[in-house]
């Protein structure tokens, strides 16, 4: 429907929450941090965890924990917006941006359009290039001073926080270049391709 | 990676959804039975999204699991009144037979489960995480052939068991399905369930043999969903067997 009609006896609460700059369309503040995850949390070893880049059958470059912390890290405050419809105002993070991995791996250029994140568990999610580039995606260890907790997606998660929260996929092991889009997990399950709060692209179709 | 029929191109619209009906389930729950004209039909364990308008234009969205079976005309939402919760307040406070909210849906598909999944089905629920979970237990009744299911049920207190007679009638209608509730703060005298917290145990006597291969569902608040689900992995169950779905704040970072 165009105009949403007038929800009878619900009284407005606009006072109460952040300025609209602040709050993707259906979102709300909240002070608690909540997990949504598809299956049980994996619980992963430093000595054990490793990160790939890889293009079709290649590796591109891996990072094990000590060569992925010896990587220029940087902190990153920023708000946070799940298609649940929470948002987590001033969160603060801490990893190495895309562009940082790219040039690790001697790469001046993304050698494909997108991006397939594989994470631990088999959980994917598929990003654009342009989606992650110019410090817009990073992967991050640290979480308000402290290692990310297992159940928040540490060791390390996908962090890419302009798009809805399930891109910033938990437990990452291996980013996959193709060049073409396919869809990961959730995409795959009715929800949005990219999947951006401002323009409410919450499922497929929106 | 995701073979699933309600992964489909079509466009999810608002629609406009009547209250038929409003059941009080507990002292903190109500169930809203809606009417959504020309609903296209849902699995059990998929949720709807609904919308709220204020008179200045100020919205409130919100999704709650469908408890309904799809064979059931009207759309269950089980809702638990928030102390701080603007959404559920209202519709525990305000909402009357007869009003209408936004409502679209049905959403998610991946916690869902018919029997094309597959059998046994394992279910684990803590407080209101039992809503999709009894869309599946009130969607496997009405199949004729449907194979063993078990939920193990997790309340702070008798009275605040949701669907309690619904469920005991269900397991005195069909011995193949185990209703098990664990009460964790107050037990009444002459009570037979367990009466702690779930633990490595309880689900080691609840629960199906690993080799049986059920199909595990845990909906509750996030400490509850990774206690269980933590267990149900030490205890030789397939994690990739284990669907899970958590609400709440996890209670640290």
């Avoid at chain 1, 690790?104 to 568990?121: I, S, T």
């Amino acid at each position: 429907m165009a105009e949403s009609p007038v929800t009878r006896g619900f009284r407005s609460n606009r006072q109460g929450q952040a300025p609209s700059n602040r709050l993707p369309p259906g979102q709300y503040v909240t002070r608690d941090f909540p997990v949504l995850s598809a299956g049980p949390t994996p619980h992963i070893r430093l000595d054990d965890w490793s990160l790939t880049l890889q293009y079709e059958g290649t590796v591109l470059d891996s990072w094990n924990w000590t060569q992925f912390e010896a990587l220029p890290q940087v902190s990153i405050t920023t708000d946070i917006h799940c298609v649940t419809k929470w948002s987590k105002l001033d969160t603060i993070w801490e990893g190495v941006t895309f562009d940082e991995l790219l040039r690790a791996a001697g790469l001046r250029e993304a050698p494909a359009p997108y991006v397939m994140a594989h994470c631990e568990g088999g959980y994917t999610t598929n990003l654009a290039v342009d989606d992650l580039l110019d410090g817009k995606g990073a992967v991050v260890t640290r979480y308000a001073g402290s290692p990310i907790e297992p159940v928040h997606g540490g060791p390390a998660r996908f962090f890419v926080p302009h798009l809805y929260f399930w891109k910033s996929a938990k437990w990452l092991r291996r980013l996959s270049f193709m060049e073409t889009n396919k869809a990961g997990f959730w995409e795959s399950a009715g929800y949005h391709i990219r999947g951006d709060p401002w323009k409410e692209e919450r499922y497929d179709g929106d | 990676m995701i073979d699933d029929p309600t992964a489909s191109a079509r466009r999810l619209g608002w629609q406009l959804a009547e209250v038929r009906d409003i059941v009080v389930e507990t002292p903190r729950v109500k169930t809203f039975l809606m009417r959504v004209a020309g609903w296209p039909g849902h699995l059990p364990g998929q949720h709807v999204d609904i919308r709220l308008t204020a008179d200045d234009g100020y919205q409130a969205q919100r999704s709650y699991s469908i408890a309904s079976p799809p064979e059931d005309e009207l759309i269950a939402l089980t809702v638990v009144r928030l102390d701080d919760g603007e959404v559920s307040a209202y519709l525990h406070g305000e909402l009357r037979r007869g009003d209408h909210f936004e409502l679209r849906g049905p959403i998610g598909g991946y916690f869902v489960w018919s029997l094309s999944v597959g059998t046994p089905l394992q279910l684990i629920g803590g407080g209101s995480g039992v809503a999709p979970l009894m869309a599946m237990l009130r969607h496997r009744e009405r199949r004729d052939e449907h194979g063993a299911a078990m939920l193990l049920y997790s309340s702070r207190s008798v009275e605040e068991i949701i669907y309690r007679e619904e469920f005991e009638a269900m397991a005195r209608r069909d011995r193949d399905v185990r209703i098990i509730n664990t009460v964790t703060s107050r037990q009444p005298d002459g009570w037979r369930g367990y009466g702690r917290r779930i633990d490595k145990a309880m689900l080691a006597e609840s629960c199906f043999p690993p080799k049986a291969s059920p199909r595990s569902f845990i909906c509750g608040p996030t400490p509850f969903v990774e206690n269980a689900a933590t267990l149900l992995v030490e205890l030789g169950h397939d994690p990739l067997s284990i669907k899970t779905e958590r609400f709440g704040p996890t209670g640290s970072t």
